[in-house]
Each structure stands twice: as structure tokens, then as C-alpha cells.
């Protein structure tokens, strides 16, 4: 087996391999391949991933498009460098970290997306229209919402943008844990996860 902390080719890099940090997002590995399938990923991807909290979504779509360039934003000092240090981990090469709050750091960015990931955010409606006019014809949205506002908010956001063929999934999904002498099934917590595309 290789010496690589993670030889493989398939998606889902078992979460306790990343560096964390205390009250720092990670996507579970679960939602994280719901994720990278929404994105449809090209070997040449161009993808921003705007929240890149622990970078674990930068870290496998870096993986998976080794001609790609991938754009991980993130405005806390201190995450970014964790983000990093998880590219380091998995000699991954071809991500770049921004340091800076969306939407206001991603007028600069360059080449534009192809596709385009929205981890969380404070204002993710006015971070939806600035991504919609840097998107490519035919690239793809995908965003995340954890409760009925930001739900609220993303759909609306994509109808007012004319987002085309939106689908929305939600998670449910149960880890196997031992807890003291048994098993026992343990819920994450459930996400919606929207997508579309931008017609040419």
C-alpha cells in the first residue's frame, strides 16, 4: 500500500484523517460525497468552495481534478491556515486558500468557476448573486442550508436567478457508535443540499 495517508481514488476520506479544530465546521464525510456528486466535477474543475470551513470538500475535489484549479474561502485567519495544513496533509497541490469574507473577496478571483459550492455564510443570498454572475455557461451551484431559514433563502435566491434543472436533497443519515458496552445508531445532523445549473 502506498505511504499516502489516503490511496485511494474513491471519494470520502474518513473524517478522523483531517486536522480539526475546536468549533470549526467539517463536513462528515456522508454529506461530503452528496456534495462532490451534486458538483459534478470535471478533471479540470474549476470550483470555488466559499465557507471551506476544515477544507475537507477542498481536499477531496483537489483529489479528484488533479488538472483543476480549486478556490478555498474562508475570512478567519486561523481556518485558513488549518485548510492549509489539510492540503499539506494529502499532498494536495492545486488549491488555492483565500483569506477574506464572500461575496466581498470574490469579484478578484480568477479563471471563474465552472462550478461553485456554498458552505454556510452569513449573507448567502448576496454570496448567491455575486457567484451566479462569475459562473460559467452550463456550470453549477451547489449550497448547503442546516435550518428553514437558510433553506428559505437559497431557494429564493435561485428562482430570482433562474437557476435551471434545481434539485434539493436532504440528509438522513446513521453512523453505527459504540457507546460504553453497545452499539448504537446515531444520527448526523440532517442538511439540505440544492443544486442547479446555469444555462448557456
Not at 17 to 22: A, G, S, W
Not at 47 to 52: K, S
Not at 66 to 82: N, Q, Y
Not at 166 to 176: D, P, Y
Amino acid at each position: 500500500m502506498s505511504d499516502l495517508i489516503w490511496p485511494y481514488v474513491t471519494p470520502g476520506i474518513p473524517d478522523e484523517l483531517f486536522e480539526q479544530l475546536p468549533g470549526i465546521p467539517l463536513t462528515k464525510r456522508e454529506i461530503r460525497i452528496l456534495l462532490l456528486s451534486q458538483l459534478r466535477l470535471q478533471r479540470d474543475a474549476v470550483l470555488w468552495d466559499v465557507g471551506a470551513g476544515t477544507g475537507t470538500i477542498p481536499v477531496e475535489a483537489g483529489l479528484l481534478c488533479p488538472e483543476g484549479k480549486i478556490f478555498a474561502i474562508e475570512r478567519d485567519e486561523e481556518v485558513a491556515s488549518l485548510i492549509r495544513r489539510n492540503c499539506d496533509r494529502f499532498s494536495v497541490k492545486n488549491v488555492e486558500v483565500i483569506e477574506g469574507s464572500a461575496p466581498d473577496c470574490l469579484h478578484a478571483l480568477k479563471p471563474a468557476p465552472n462550478c461553485v459550492c456554498i458552505e454556510g455564510g452569513r449573507s448567502v443570498k448576496l454570496i448567491l448573486q455575486e457567484v451566479w454572475q462569475h459562473l460559467q455557461a452550463g456550470g453549477r451551484v451547489v449550497a448547503t442550508a442546516t435550518n428553514f431559514e437558510s433553506l428559505y433563502a437559497i431557494s429564493e435566491s435561485l428562482s430570482e436567478l433562474q437557476v435551471r434543472n434545481v434539485e434539493v436533497v436532504q440528509s438522513a443519515i446513521n453512523r453505527l457508535e459504540t457507546r460504553g458496552t453497545h452499539q448504537v445508531f446515531a444520527a448526523l445532523d440532517p442538511m439540505f443540499i440544492l443544486s442547479g445549473e446555469k444555462v448557456e
